[in-house]
């Protein structure tokens, strides 16, 4: 359910676990809260993302998007929200892209862990001739003619999924953020096999994709299964 007493604000992550739409302070739409980033208080009186939206506190929502974050620092908006002074840094929109970035990796690294994942071109390229291949991932600074050659064989294989959807296609970090995420040097190529961590890692990356785009009126879905 959506809170009518204080649009501004939620009552906190405990209250407000069923909502599904909030309103963005910036537009004053009322937005999926998955198009949307949730921003509460610290101790400190520093403005924090709350990207899993568990943080306490009250929260104020904002359209996930690089340009409506930097236009609700501009307005004062969060201070307004909160009814308070707060310290709101000019950075806050590339900080927030930052922590976004750092939720993807996160959520690969995790699923590298879990033995979900498998890096390099041979040991991809095997992955998708064998048809174990739930999310294919590329660094968005990796060359154009590997990139190519897999995605070709993505494609050919998604004739072979049956009822699954097309095999998503995931540049939204760069090779040094692979492989910190990775524990290892100069990956370009890289896929999730099936399981569970593939969700959180596509749902991040989708997050992070809208973010960068939406200031265009893109979306992660505009792209189909790419972003």
């Excluded at 906190?12 to 809260?33: D, F, H, L, Y």
């Excluded at 924090?48 to 568990?54: A, N, T």
């Excluded at 050659?149 to 993505?154: S, Y």
């Amino acid at each position: 359910m959506l809170a009518h007493s204080d649009p501004e604000l939620d009552h906190g992550p405990r209250t407000e676990r069923s909502a599904t739409m909030r309103m963005c302070v910036v537009s004053r739409e009322v937005r999926p809260i998955d198009e949307l980033i949730r921003f509460v208080v610290s101790p400190q009186g520093d403005i924090v993302p709350d990207l899993k939206r568990k943080l306490p506190g009250r929260g104020m929502w904002i359209t996930a998007s690089r340009k409506a974050v930097a236009e609700a620092v501009r307005r004062h908006q969060f201070s307004k929200a909160f009814k308070r002074d707060l310290r709101i840094p000019p950075t806050l929109p590339l900080d927030t892209e930052t922590l976004l970035v750092r939720s993807v990796a996160e959520a690969l690294a995790i699923s590298a862990k879990a033995g979900q994942v498998v890096a390099g071109f041979g040991k991809v390229e095997s992955a998708l001739r064998g048809g174990t291949v739930e999310v294919l991932i590329h660094a968005s600074d990796g060359a154009p003619d590997g990139i190519r050659k897999l995605d070709t064989l993505a494609r050919q294989n998604d004739g072979n999924r049956g009822t699954k959807p097309p095999i998503p296609i995931v540049t939204a970090l760069k090779s040094a953020e692979l492989d910190l995420a990775l524990t290892r040097s100069n990956v370009i190529h890289a896929a999730l096999l099936a399981g569970p961590a593939s969700r959180t890692f596509l749902s991040r990356s989708q997050m992070l994709v809208r973010y960068r785009l939406a200031d265009d009126d893109k979306t992660a879905e505009n792209h189909g299964q790419d972003f």
